[in-house]
């Protein structure tokens, strides 16, 4: 049996998704171990294991691991966000950053920290609303006797593009409030701590358990939309449902990490090209490997120009365009 | 099951492409409709399936509207083949025939004994045994198409509904579909409607069949009362010449078109 057809039956697609498992845990290790402070393994163990309070214990437990778990968190989020609307959208160019739902997320959340900063626990929720407006505004918008995937990415690009606009000018106008918000616009991690893990995690959780109970829906959806009526799906429902678990998704990644491109765009293609299309397990395994690629970019901004860091944006940008234009040279990829 | 289109009109946007349709199919039966291109016959085919709103009139199942029926309900007793159909090719035939489960399948995820046992029938009607687990994209359009109709199959429906199933396939390819929908027919007792473009299979297969000609229904009845050369230059505008078989099934022949001789 070819190489191919291995990872494309149940066993190889089940064995991936255990290697990009493992993968992403080695990546959390080594990323744990690296940094301005640099601890071999006995002692990240000891130091977690023992709880003695102490400096490394300090860095490892309350700098380190809540960064590396939340850059895991946020990855997957985005990556599974991507893989649900390319497959809702029926459109590889599908992803969060590209249809609006980023943008309609972010400029909420920019509102919210720079008008109401006494709200700010209230970020996730005024994220989501921002990013689910913004898929329900581009789903009515290309609505027209059902929604064509053509008209859906179109409106969607417009749309991103005028909430982009809209970001702009309110960073602009507050420059001077704007220091951190400058990293929100680029997507970075650093200073991300416990706080914002609780603050997002049960609007992942939600997030993460809608995609999976609507994977298999989105596998019927692909047979075209006559097929999946005719199969008694309720397809227009099932596809708001399916968006609005994306905009939920990247809504909860948005609020913590900022606007980190790529990732939700990249990781499903990646996954895609070595598994296939099979939601079931694409799903899963794009959320793993989301999670190992803003891991590994997170890490790499903390590592290179020490002692000063750079956002996880910016690696991600530099790093996932090239590696993903030789995979799609190398492939013969068809979407 | 016994179905019955009362006074149908629907279409796309402003456009009407069916005015005012009305026919009944008999529990058991197998129609074909018949028609120039654009004539309505798929639009007709798709608002009996669901997929299309009708703009007004009905379409009743065993008695039943199906507006009221919910449309997972539906799916247990209708299924239908639309004309264009696509799938991601990797998918295999298994894989395929298995989605016509999904009416059936409670909240509970994965196949019960009883799915397995209807894929399997599915699969064996349609004589894909030994290519079960083969993908998609390395099928030929014949064997491609069975798998699809494997897929409706396994959805147990009473009512059957194919958009063209045979169109873009060799004869031989023809004839195999139509096998599986007549042995469909006689060992479960499904009725079957469906759009061809080939006369002489459709008159061959069929208990009734429908002429329609600007959507509307020109005529209806036995194959043998509707092929006749009258007919056919009405609807299709040809010449041609018909016999009629041993066993009573009228095979024509055109020798020419019939426009501009009016003129």
Redo the contacts between chains.
């Keep these: 049996m070819s190489l191919h057809s291995t990872l494309?039956s149940t066993s190889g697609r089940l064995g991936v998704c255990g290697i990009l498992l493992f993968l992403l845990l080695c990546a959390m290790l080594v990323s744990l171990r690296f940094g301005s402070l640099k601890l071999p393994l006995e002692e990240i163990v000891s130091a977690l294991w023992t709880h003695e309070p102490g400096i490394h214990y300090q860095i490892l437990y309350n700098i380190r691991l809540p960064r590396i778990l939340l850059g895991a968190l946020v990855g997957g989020c985005f990556a599974l966000s991507g893989a649900i609307l390319q497959g809702v959208m029926r459109n590889p160019l599908a992803s969060p950053g590209i249809i609006g739902v980023s943008a309609g997320g972010g400029l909420a959340g920019i509102l919210v920290m720079l008008a109401f900063p006494q709200f700010s626990s209230l970020l996730v929720p005024a994220a989501f609303a921002g990013a689910l407006a913004t898929a329900v505004l581009v789903y009515l918008l290309a609505w027209k006797?059902g929604v064509s995937p053509v008209r859906l990415i179109l409106a969607g690009v417009a749309v991103s593009a005028m909430l982009g606009a809209f970001s702009s000018t309110v960073l602009l106008f507050n420059a001077e409030k704007a220091g951190g918000i400058l990293d929100f616009s680029i997507g970075s991690l650093s200073t991300r701590s416990w706080p914002q893990i609780r603050m997002v995690w049960p609007y992942m959780l939600v997030g993460f358990s809608g995609a999976f109970f609507l994977g298999?829906k989105l596998?019927?959806l692909?047979?075209?939309?006559?097929?999946a009526?005719?199969?008694?799906?309720?397809v227009e429902w099932i596809r708001f449902s399916l968006l609005s678990v994306a905009a939920l998704l990247a809504a909860s990644a948005v609020s913590v990490a900022g606007l980190l491109g790529f990732v939700g765009l990249i990781a499903p293609h990646i996954v895609r090209m070595l598994i296939?299309?099979?939601n079931r397990f694409l799903l899963p395994a794009s959320a793993l490997f989301g999670g190992f690629m803003v891991v590994v970019c997170d890490s790499l901004g903390r590592m290179v120009l020490e002692p000063s860091e750079l956002p996880v944006g910016i690696p991600m940008a530099l790093m996932g365009p090239p590696f993903f234009l030789w995979l799609l040279r190398r492939h013969s990829y068809e979407t | 099951m016994k179905l019955e289109v009362n006074s149908l009109c629907g279409g796309?946007?402003g456009k009407l492409v069916l005015d005012g349709v009305e026919f009944t199919v008999r529990s058991g039966s197998i129609v074909t409709l018949l028609g120039a291109n654009g004539c309505g016959k798929s639009t007709l085919l798709?608002i009996i399936?669901?997929?299309l709103k009708p703009k007004s009139g009905s379409v009743l199942l065993d008695g039943k509207a199906i507006s009221r029926i919910k449309?997972?309900?539906?799916?247990?007793e209708l299924?239908?083949?639309?004309q264009?159909?696509?799938?991601?090719g990797?998918?295999s035939v298994e894989?395929l025939v298995a989605?016509?489960r999904?009416?059936h399948r409670g909240l509970m995820?994965g196949a019960t004994v009883r799915d397995r046992e209807i894929i399997d029938r599915s699969i064996r009607m349609t004589r894909l045994e030994s290519l079960r687990k083969r993908?998609l994209y390395t099928l030929s359009g014949g064997e491609r198409q069975r798998a699809w109709v494997a897929m409706?199959l396994a959805?147990e429906p009473g009512v059957l509904l194919l958009d063209e199933p045979t169109t873009f396939l060799d004869v031989c390819c023809q004839f195999e579909i139509i096998d599986v929908v007549r042995r469909l027919n006689q060992q479960y007792g499904v009725t079957v409607v469906m759009v061809l473009h080939d006369l002489n299979l459709a008159a061959s297969c069929s208990d009734e069949l429908i002429l329609m000609k600007n959507h509307k229904i020109h005529c209806a009845g036995t194959p043998a009362s509707v092929i006749t050369r009258e007919n056919l230059r009405a609807v299709f505008e040809i010449e041609s010449k018909i016999t009629v078989s041993e066993e009573g099934i009228p095979y024509c022949i055109a020798t020419g078109s019939a426009r501009g001789e009016a003129l």
């Design positions: 494309r006797r298999n596998n019927i692909a047979l075209g939309d006559d097929v009526v005719g199969l008694g799906m309720r296939g299309s099979d | 796309y946007g798709k399936g669901r997929i449309t997972g309900d539906l799916a247990r299924a239908i083949l639309p264009l159909h696509h799938a991601s990797e998918l894989e989605f016509g999904f009416p995820p993908p409706t959805q």
